[in-house]
């Protein structure tokens, strides 16, 4: 980050990983410019529940985020579609927002969008995945971030997460894919009772126990509830 200081850096994206890059440029001297782009209109569900959060680290994240952009020290730039870049003398990334098209010339541009898995060392295997997320086909529609938030997720273990291809799994973050919800309480409930089930236990394989923590924000992309689609979906 300290490559940074001085400069005009955009970071793109809504995200942990997006709020934890712009909290480490906002501690660099005030002359770096910080501009934050994201494609949401509204940043509630970003900064998440605060004090409301049961995941104390998680609100505390969202909290000081909040405060960085209310102090001006971070400008954000909402309802931001990046279309194309040009490189100049700088690099300018173009975008259509609802006041139209707009240029932002930076010197530093920084994407925290997610990642797309690579699954090609897996291509001899038979694997069957959800094509929205391309999580695990049963996985993917408990985990659909269009319609799940707020540690709304399922407890779910073994039976989910298997694949036509004996004996394997994908489990933890990785079992997520582009949802980005997952939480490590989630990956130890997977483990252990994918365990249970190679150990021929299939009782304890089934008897899947996870409370997952709210955030204190109850939205979801589609702006619906956290529990199901809109009933227009």
Known sequence: MIANAGKRVMVTGAGHSAANTLLDL???????????????????????????????????LGTRLRE????????????????????DDALTVHAVTPEGEREVSVDVLV?????????GMLAE????????????AQLGPL??????????????GERVLDHPE?????????????????????????????AAALDGDREAADAVHLELPETGVCTTDLGGSCDAPRADQ
């Open 143 to 156: 985990i659909d971030p269009e319609f799940h938030s707020c540690g709304s997720v399922e407890p779910h």
């Open 26 to 60: 906002a501690e660099l001297d005030a002359a770096t410019t910080i501009i934050w782009a994201v494609r949401t209109a509204d940043l509630t569900r970003v900064y998440g529940g605060g004090e409301q959060d049961e995941l104390a680290a998680r609100g505390a």
């Open 166 to 194: 004996e004996d394997f799994y994908i489990v933890g973050t990785k079992s997520y894919s582009r949802a980005p919800t997952f939480l490590m309480a989630t990956g130890y409930e997977q483990v252990r009772s994918i």
């Open 111 to 119: 994407p925290a969008t997610g990642f797309h898995p690579d699954l």
């Open 68 to 87: 960085s952009v209310d102090s001006g020290r971070i400008e954000v730039l909402t309802s931001f579609t990046t279309t194309r870049f040009s490189v």
């Open 125 to 136: 295997l038979r694997l069957t995945l959800d094509p929205a997320v391309e999580a695990p």
